[in-house]
């Protein structure tokens, strides 16, 4: 079999799949991207109810936009800022229609290896082709064969649990019913009506959690939502940077969502648990949910649980490879130290390409959200110049594969997003960490913010 003869396969078709394929395009080889959704951008879909804090001239990827010009397209205008909805159906979509059959849809990836080699098996591992298990939506199971294999399925699916050891936490499955793992969509009238006047824990210090709380906080003031209260669970206190860069960060709608967040708690209408890590999730005799913390302490129950503890990248089907990937973050080696969260904000991670996500086993690039394995700081456009490099690097081509084209701009949060939660680093400059204190925390006067939750584009970086 001629390996140059093949389809680079891509597994995905989000935002870094799609700008994957248009850049291999771009250079004259075929990507096959396999996408286990119906449509493209299907996990983008799933919270298309919610605002980027990106504006358009942020999300769209410019060999795609070359692929796109031919068929009229014209990208919205890059100063306003897209919802989830409106980047699958204005951009993921057409440019995956502009693809055509180079993207298969049902067709869920669910083993990568090298042909006739598994994992341990070293002799003329190299030259061998890789080989890509498909299952179809249909039912069918597929072989298909790939000169490099590029994974850009995301971590959407995967997200953390409520326990505070990244454990599920003892009763948290039984209470499936009463807890989600995503910003619901207020408006929605059955969702809405699930939150109205209701008690409900917010668990996570992420860019999600602020949406949720500023979202759960307006419909706290509409007529239909009286009564409407959070819990905030942190696993750390609050300090000066647990509402992120605020107006310092180069993303204004980004560092709003902090801010909506606070105004949240100071009007109110959230109360923060701080240094509470969940261990159990149970019942009280009306069926309300009581969280356990690890130190003993039993909360007030709640109606409703909206965790959003941030996501991990699903390995499951990547066993057979030899991956190079961080024991924490389980982000490539390389690629994590310049994105772990206890030293780095959104902005301090500088543009990066095929060095940095390259494996023992060659050939194979993790990019896009699953690049970063846990950490939380992930931004489409780093995506978009991971592809642009990882595709040079496949066309063989070092020296654009080397070039740096891209510049990344900062949270105003120094230490950023920080998931580190040591007593202390309690006083660090701005850093994202803070004593954990075991106490209920109102914070005080009602404070001005930047943007209403309302306006505010919403997202789900940093920690989301
Ligand atoms: C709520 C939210 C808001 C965000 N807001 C912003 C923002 O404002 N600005 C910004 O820059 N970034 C933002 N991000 C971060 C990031 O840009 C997005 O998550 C983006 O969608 C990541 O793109 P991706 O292509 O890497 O992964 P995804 O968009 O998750 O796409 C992965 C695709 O792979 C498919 N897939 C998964 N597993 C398989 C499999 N085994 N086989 C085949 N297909 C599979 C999925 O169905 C999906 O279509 C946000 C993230 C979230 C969750």
Known sequence: MNTQQLPVVVIGAGPAGLAAAAHLVERGIEPLVLEAGGRAGAAVREWNHVRLFST?????????????APTGWTRPDPATYPSGGDWADLYLQPLADVLGDRVRYGA??????????DRIVDAGREAQTFVVHVAHADGREERLFARAVIDASGTW????????SGLAALGEKAAADRITYRVPDLKDPAVRARYAGRRTAVIGSGASAFTALAHLADLAKSGDGAGTKSVWILRRGISGSTFGGGEADQLPARGALGLAAKAAVDEGHADAVTGFRTEAIERDTDGRLVLV??????????????????????????????????????APVELAPLIDPNQHSCGTVYPHGHRELSHPE???????????????????MTGYEQVRSVAAAIAGDLDAAD??????PETGVCGGAGLFDAPDAAQADGGGCCAPAPQLVQLGAPAPVGAAAEQAPAGGCCGS
Do not use: N
């Open 56 to 68: 358009w001239g942020e999300v769209v990827d410019p060999a795609a936009e070359k692929l796109l």
């Open 108 to 117: 869920r990836v669910t083993g990568v290896s090298r042909t006739g080699r």
């Open 157 to 164: 699916a995967t997200p953390s649990p409520a326990g505070g």
């Open 293 to 330: 913390g690890e130190d003993g302490r039993r909360l007030d129950a709640v109606d409703e649980v909206i965790v959003l503890t941030g996501f991990r990248p699903d390995l499951s089907f990547l066993g057979e490879l030899r991956l190079g990937l961080d024991v924490r973050l389980q």
């Open 362 to 380: 060659q050939g194979v690039y993790l990019v896009g959200m699953k690049s970063y394995g846990r950490a939380p700081t992930f931004l489409a």
């Open 403 to 408: 070039r740096v084209e891209l510049t990344l």
